[in-house]
């Protein structure tokens, strides 16, 4: 059991997670937990025992210097900013932890606007499933000498959403073009306002939603379809 002078060592820590040391009680614990979210995640990969083991401390009782609470997900390192590739100083996220697709479908945006026949659980759910399978499959396919290479910022996973139902509007505009009928509501969701998170972290948003948009509004479906493929959908991303 970690005391309370234990845990106050490690939140004033700065890397709170590296030094950690483990009961045999605590590991089979960490152990049982991954087995189960294997059983019910889709294609969950167990990482090594002490790779795991680490995560797991650092996502239970780890943050920064100056931080004032637990946190709330396995997910959560409670580190920010310090790597020189984050986008912002929003909170590096886990992907390999086992509650991973829960924590995403928490940070659903509420104000996020999807097409009418869209819901919205079955949209976060599908995001977030969609996210912890890729991520899983880069950390299968590369070293895990150092999980921490495939974390995410918070902000990057807001911003898979905005992208997402951003496409699924672009998928809504090419159906109706193609059908000889205009959407004026999926040409007006071209707009960066509507995409808050989007325009604050991807590059070149201005430039692609000002290509989108003059080529909506010369009703050419197969450019636009190509354009969005190119730079910001998959095919399947276009249609729920």
Known sequence: MVTEEELLRRMQSQDPASD???????IDRVIGSAQTARVRRRRWALPSVLGLAALTV???????????????YLAQTGQSGSRGTESDDSEWIDPTASDYVDYVMSRYPASLPLPVGVKTQEF????ALDLEEAALNAVQAESLNDETLFRQQESGIIAQYERRALCLWIGEWITAASAGEQDDEAIE????????TIAATFVDMDEFMTEARAIAEAGDARAFEQTAVRDLCTDEELQW
């Open 20 to 26: 950690v040391q483990m009961s045999e009680g605590m």
């Open 189 to 196: 969701k071209l707009d960066l306002r509507f995409w808050p």
């Open 124 to 127: 976060a759910q599908r995001v």
């Open 58 to 72: 650092g996502g239970i009782i780890a943050a920064p210097a100056g931080a004032d609470v637990i946190q709330e």
